[in-house]
């Protein structure tokens, strides 16, 4: 069987689509194991003609990539989106507690104080927030359906969680030259500039996914 | 049996989640034989688009309505899926739905039949 309209198909539909590299593989494994499926029950004998006009026949049956793109980006925008949101729930609370680990910013200027107050505050905000797109993006959406613009929010959601995090590394680098524990308030200040830039990166792709076009749940 | 005049995609929008849950409902499938279950069962009246199958499938395991896991064959490796609890649960209620709904367009257009029950 010829295996070129269905690596040609796949290979198209591949560059169409953009998410967690992991998924994708996983999805489009599937379907290039499903055409070639297809393609052996309409022609059963292995690289003949026949069976190059059965791989295309397979493709055709099985849908052009304007056809599967939307629907393939909508999973895909939605793992990334749980991404983005498990990076936020899994990292925040780390530095929140770090923070508090490090001892209070009190004896720190008022204004430096402050911002650090307020950068925990929303940090806080947005890791309760990431939860609960975790959640209505996995079981909980049985019952309520992800609306078409979760993933954006997500994606924002995400965006100010990195700000947030970016001020409260500067802060706790502050902190660390004032604080008495500076090595832990210095080693959270580190956590915070990587938890800034991961954070800041899948927030981006998210953005990106967000945008693509994609399908409404049950388009077939 | 003639075949059955086909039912377009866009008909058959809305009932997929139900569509995959019952073809899985005998045991594990991979993505190919839940198309042709549903192709078989309905005599090839169900018009599908059969590449979006699998988005559909990895949408119902994000729900938890289905698992799946790889499975070597020959060269080839199969993801194949099967029904959790929540599944199984989900596939009852869609039955339930459905019953409910044509027996009651089923009245309304053929009231005759409603007499005779």
């Keep these: ?220 | 049996m003639g075949r059955l005049p086909t039912v377009r995609t866009d008909a058959v929008r809305g009932h997929l989640d139900g569509l995959l849950l019952a073809a899985l409902e005998a045991g594990p499938l991979h993505g190919y034989a839940i198309i042709a279950t549903v192709q078989e069962r309905s005599d090839g009246a169900l018009e599908l688009r059969k590449g979006t199958i699998y988005p559909a499938l990895n949408r119902l395991e994000r729900l938890g309505l289905l698992r799946s896991t790889w499975q070597a064959e020959g060269e080839r490796r199969r993801r194949c899926y099967e029904l959790t609890d929540a599944g199984r649960r989900a596939l009852a209620d869609e039955r339930t739905a459905w019953r409910e709904f044509t027996s009651a367009i089923g009245s309304v257009l053929d009231p005759a039949l409603r007499e005779a029950t």
């Design chain 1, 1 to 220: 069987m010829s295996a070129g309209p269905i690596e040609a198909h796949v290979a198209e539909l591949s560059a169409a689509l953009h998410g967690p590299a992991r998924l994708k593989s996983r999805m489009l494994e599937e379907l290039r194991g499903g055409l070639a499926d297809a393609a052996a029950d309409l022609s059963p004998e292995p690289d003949t003609d026949a069976s190059a006009d059965a791989a295309r026949r397979a493709v055709a049956e099985f849908g052009t990539v304007a056809e599967l793109a939307p629907a393939f980006q909508r999973e895909l925008t939605l793992a990334q989106a749980r991404q983005t949101a498990l990076t936020m729930a899994v990292l925040l609370p780390l530095l929140i507690a770090g923070r508090h680990w490090a001892g209070s910013s009190g004896a720190a200027p008022p204004l430096l104080h402050l911002t650090a107050v307020n950068a925990t505050a929303l940090a806080a905000a947005t890791a309760l927030l990431a939860t609960v797109f975790l959640a209505l993006t996995g079981t909980l959406g049985r019952r309520f359906p992800a609306p078409g613009g979760l993933p954006l929010a997500v994606a924002w959601t995400g965006t100010t969680a990195a700000a947030a995090v970016g001020v409260g590394a500067l802060t706790l680098t502050a902190a660390a030259v004032l604080s008495a524990n500076w090595p832990l308030a210095a080693a959270t200040a580190l956590l915070a500039l990587a938890s800034h830039a991961r954070i800041a990166a899948t927030a981006r792709a998210c953005r990106h996914c967000a945008r693509l076009p994609r399908a409404d749940a049950f388009t077939l």
